[in-house]
């Protein structure tokens, strides 16, 4: 059947020779955790300079085939997304905003060196592969059908220049919380380690910036920490983002603060809906810099009453503690804040259509 995404592009679906068994996949449903099992199938584009996207393929999951020489283990070509399947409070199937995933994709792309994906096949691949992994599916609070659409660069060769050759790939995860429960908020460590400088990939999702916030990430956790927050790499002073979610500031006069996109960044899916919602609570709203002296000063004074932590995979996330070699300090009660839990309530509603979505974000599969 030819696509409705790109003319003259036509998927073919093949059989699964074990899928995994309905007893197997509902042990994993029970206590799915986060990004440790995967569904059955998986979606392949393949794209080769001057005959563009072709062989439109969904499989069974499996390993993937590559020459050692492949461009994505020399050169980091590699831009990946990341969104979520939620069942319905009517029964169906729905995305949230995969339109602006695939968006965001083709930035990365460009900023990569990459081909752009059109954004109706960004979209029509994962609705297939949600369609033919329905049953894998988690029921229950916090829990959802995890997306990973990426794509890696596959031509054999050494030499800095663009690949000639690439791959795109769907996969997919039954998720539960991201965080493990009963902690009611995160604990954070600032870094001395910069994730990003103007000029460079911060605005980009692609794996290098994930692999240089690792050891920084782990040195949070070593000191017993949740997450880590980077400040700029220029002045080593203002407040960016945590090692995968943006921030917000809440202050004691209902202003709402959230670091302006500068390039260094990541332009958040869920950051930009929480600055909708907000504003439709008649909330000031400001995106602007945001220093960690005046996070400390804040909180200490009582100004600042909360901080919360936005993303894909996390949501939102309660910030309670902050600590850095000159000490530590508490944001509010150092518990769950009152605007925190309104935001996140109206958001997860949305998503999973028990509240009106007049914002077209929600976008359901037959």
């Known amino acids: ?112 060196a990459m081909p ?15 369609k033919i992994d329905s049953d894998w599916i988690p029921a229950g609070e916090g829990a959802s059908l995890y997306l990973r659409p990426f794509m890696i660069a596959t031509e054999a060769f050494l030499g800095v ?25 995160v604990s954070i460590w600032v870094s001395d380690y910069t994730r990003a400088a103007p000029g460079g990939t911060g605005a980009a999702k692609c794996g290098g910036n994930y692999a240089a916030s690792l050891v920084p990430q782990a040195e949070a956790i070593s000191r017993g920490h949740d997450q880590v927050v980077f400040l700029d790499a220029a002045e080593h002073k203002w407040i960016e983002e945590l090692g995968g979610m943006n921030l917000y500031f809440v202050f004691e006069d209902g202003t709402l603060l959230t670091p302006a996109l500068t390039g260094t960044i990541l332009p958040g899916i869920t950051r930009d809906s929480l600055l909708q919602l907000a504003r439709e609570e008649g909330l000031k709203v400001e995106e602007g810099k945001y220093s960690l002296d005046q996070w400390r000063d804040d909180a200490t004074s009582g100004k600042l ?62």
């Open 1 to 112: 059947m030819a696509t409705l995404a790109d003319a003259g592009l036509i998927f073919s679906t093949q059989t699964h020779p074990m899928p995994a068994s309905a007893e197997q996949r509902d042990a994993v449903l029970a206590n799915p955790g986060f990004g440790t099992h995967f569904s059955d199938h998986m979606v392949t584009i393949e794209w080769t300079e001057g005959e563009g996207w072709h062989d439109a393929v969904v499989g069974p999951r499996q390993p993937i085939a590559l020459d050692p020489a492949a461009s994505v283990l020399h050169y980091a070509q590699e831009i990946f997304e990341g969104l979520k399947a939620y069942k319905q409070a009517d029964g169906s199937i729905a995305l949230f905003r995969p339109e602006a995933n695939a968006a965001r994709f083709n930035q990365s792309a460009q900023r990569l």
């Open 116 to 130: 752009e994906l059109p954004e109706a096949l960004f979209v029509e691949a994962i609705e297939r592969l949600v």
């Open 161 to 185: 220049r663009p690949a000639k050759r690439y791959k795109f790939i769907v996969i997919a995860s039954p998720a539960g919380n991201y965080f493990k429960s009963g902690a009611p908020a």
């Open 305 to 366: 009453v909360e901080t919360f932590a936005c993303g894909t995979a996390a949501v939102v996330t309660p910030v309670g503690k902050v600590s850095d070699r000159d000490g530590a300090f508490t944001i509010g009660s150092g518990g769950p804040g009152q605007l925190t839990a309104k935001l996140k309530n109206r958001l997860v509603s949305i998503q999973r259509g028990e509240a009106a979505d007049s914002h077209g974000w929600i976008r359901k599969i037959a």
